[in-house]
């Protein structure tokens, strides 16, 4: 009698467990289920989208305690979009924060969660937003060490530091890779205000484009002003001033680029000497290198890789926008440049050719 009472007991906890089990399974999957519709029902009606997917959606109260209530100590910058000032969020990240006076739109939010998307490792990244007290912010990450305009030509605060030949290479490359990632996407994104003040570098010198797509940003806003570029602007593609139009292409992002790697090569200011643009446009296998190269790399640099260089420029700043190159093959040809430069001038440190600024030959020293 006991092994049979023993026996129904047991089947009877072996019921319950059971039980136990399949209603665990039962409040899971209903409690799953829950959270995917609220999902859905939050990205539906306009909320804010969770991290992964878009910018992230930030307080007034937030941004002015990062800022310091956006005091002139914080601010960093102007720039297309407006005011720069750099912030430290509650959560330790160091941000460049920048406004502009304008009422809240969901235009806004639309372009804000594109611009967040386009995401690679020579890009500055857009992290989130805020739209408030009539005033419209976009939030990237902090980069440390400046533009590179500021190292090649200093400013009231800054001299920069000096970059050698092999360092501007690198710095040319990894931009190169940022224009190239945006030209390939589906459709293109255009940059469409290009300029070395607008290539940021980070505490390792890698470089990141900033400001990317914020005039078509401004544009689509329908904020005006911007035509007045075309005129002064070094880096706007010739073909559209004589046009007269805004027609960015990724063929003027080409120009460019190609304008600031006359200014990387030269250390100087195409602004304020726009006879260097002809100078490269016209670039021979004769022409006298030493009168473009900056002289603060003194001869750090082989001859063969520096022509190499100004000839790729030579080919991105082409009056005809249809015969520049893509920014793949841009990409592709400064890698194998700075590949060269390293093999030859590892070569020159171990004592074997030697060569001075502007020649053409080797001297072997015996």
């Not at 530091?161 to 945006?182: D, N, P, V």
């Amino acid at each position: 009698m006991s092994g049979l009472l023993a026996a129904v007991l047991g089947a009877a906890a072996g019921g319950f467990a059971l039980l136990a089990v399949v209603i665990v399974v039962i409040v899971l999957c209903l409690w799953h289920h829950k959270r995917t519709s609220d999902s859905s029902e939050s990205s539906s009606s306009g909320q804010a989208l969770p991290e992964s997917q878009g910018a992230r959606s930030l307080t007034l109260e937030e941004l002015n305690f990062a800022t310091r209530n956006f005091s002139n100590a914080n601010l960093i910058g102007q720039g297309t979009f407006g005011e720069v000032y750099k912030g430290l969020l509650q959560d330790g990240t160091v941000v460049a924060v920048k406004r502009r006076h304008s009422p809240p739109s969901q235009e806004f939010i639309q372009e804000v969660n594109y611009l967040a998307s386009l995401c690679h490792r020579n890009l500055v990244k857009l992290l989130g937003y805020c739209q408030e007290n009539g005033m419209q912010m976009l939030v990237y990450e902090y980069i440390p060490n400046g533009s590179v305009s500021t190292h090649l030509h200093g400013n009231s605060h800054a001299t920069g530091l000096r970059l050698e030949f092999k360092q501007r290479l690198s710095i040319a490359h990894g931009t190169a890779k940022g224009l190239s990632h945006l030209h390939s996407l589906t459709p293109p994104a255009i940059h469409m205000n290009f300029k070395t003040s607008n290539v940021l570098v980070d505490e390792d010198f890698v470089p990141k484009v900033a400001d990317t797509g914020i005039p078509g940003m401004l544009d689509r806003l329908g904020v005006t002003g911007l035509s007045s570029r075309t005129s002064t602007d070094p880096f706007v593609d010739p073909r559209m001033k004589e046009a007269m139009n805004l027609n960015f292409s990724i063929q003027s992002d080409v120009y460019s680029f190609g304008v600031f790697l006359l200014e990387l090569v030269s250390g100087r200011k195409v602004v304020s000497d726009q006879s260097i643009i002809q100078w490269v446009q016209n670039f021979q296998e004769s022409s006298d290198i030493s009168a473009i190269a900056d002289n603060r790399m003194a001869s750090g640099f082989t001859s063969e890789s520096m022509k190499e260089l100004l000839r790729l420029t030579s080919w991105c700043v082409n009056p005809m926008n249809d015969q520049r190159p893509s920014m793949s093959l841009v990409e592709a040809e400064i890698h194998r440049i700075r590949e060269q430069e390293i093999s030859l001038t590892t070569v020159m440190t171990e004592g074997t050719p030697t060569v001075t600024l502007g020649s053409q030959l080797f001297t072997t020293s015996r």
